[in-house]
């Protein structure tokens, strides 16, 4: 059973960077997409992006500019980075399989990790 | 402003069969195929229809995805009081290369 477990602080500054990262278990992250998908606080989904084990991405175009996802095959897990963070960022922060809208069997998510509640706040 | 236009709300008693539309356009649900989520509450989305009708193994067949032109739709037959959460549509958009998602419809058991 694939499983994914994000981690990170739960209070980032305005202005700084956001690091998350997303230990994937039950699977190797060497077959697959993996993305990130986000939720503020009673609003929907966004996807920020995502990336092949090979170290390919794909990013959201209007968080582009502030976004770098990363991977490390050797913990089998992968990363987010979101800089420049304001209050808009604030939002739960999902990890998930899959998310290459070109290809199947890989144009969905599934599964997403429990998620992790990030707040931007001085 | 979601890019999939969802109804906010939906509602039905036990039993009954309710749909949820999801409309996109050309770029989107017109040339790709539509996944569903459900998302119960205090939980994160789980996958319930991928590649507009296809159910992921463990998934009840109360639930069925259809697609036609640049709209979709999720019905649920038989519904159940733990079917209340919120049911989000997404698909891909080739236009701007991005995953877009429905705004949400919050299914409540009467």
């Known amino acids: 059973q694939v499983q994914l477990q994000e981690s990170g602080p739960g209070l980032v500054k305005p202005s700084e960077t956001l690091s998350l990262t997303c230990a994937v278990s039950?699977?190797?992250?060497?077959?697959?997409?993996w993305s990130w998908i986000r939720q503020p606080p009673g609003k929907g989904l966004e996807w920020i992006g995502y990336i092949y084990y090979s170290g390919s991405t794909n990013y959201n175009p209007s968080l582009k500019s502030r976004v770098t996802i990363s991977v490390d095959t050797s913990k089998n897990q992968f990363s987010l980075r979101l800089s420049s963070l304001t209050a808009a960022d604030t939002a739960v922060y999902y990890c998930?399989?899959?998310?290459?809208?070109?290809?199947?069997?890989?144009?969905?998510?599934?599964?997403w990790g429990q998620g992790t509640q990030v707040t931007v706040s001085s | 402003q979601s890019l999939l236009t969802q109804p906010p709300s939906a509602s039905g008693t036990p039993g009954q069969r309710v749909t949820i539309s999801c409309s996109g356009s050309?770029?989107?649900?017109?040339?790709?195929?539509v996944n569903w989520y459900q998302q119960l509450p205090g939980a994160a989305p789980k996958l319930l229809i991928y590649?507009?009708?296809q159910r992921p193994s463990g998934v009840p067949d109360r639930f069925s995805g259809s697609k036609s032109g640049t709209s979709a739709s999720l019905a649920i037959s038989g519904l159940q009081s733990e079917d209340e959460a919120d049911y989000y549509c997404a698909a891909w958009d080739d236009s701007l290369n991005d995953w877009v998602f429905g705004g949400g419809t919050k299914l409540t058991v009467l």
């Open positions: 039950g699977a190797s992250i060497s077959s697959n997409y």
């Open positions: 050309s770029s989107n649900i017109g040339r790709r195929t």
């Open positions: 998930a399989r899959g998310g290459n809208g070109d290809f199947y069997p890989y144009n969905w998510f599934d599964p």
């Open positions: 590649t507009n009708y």
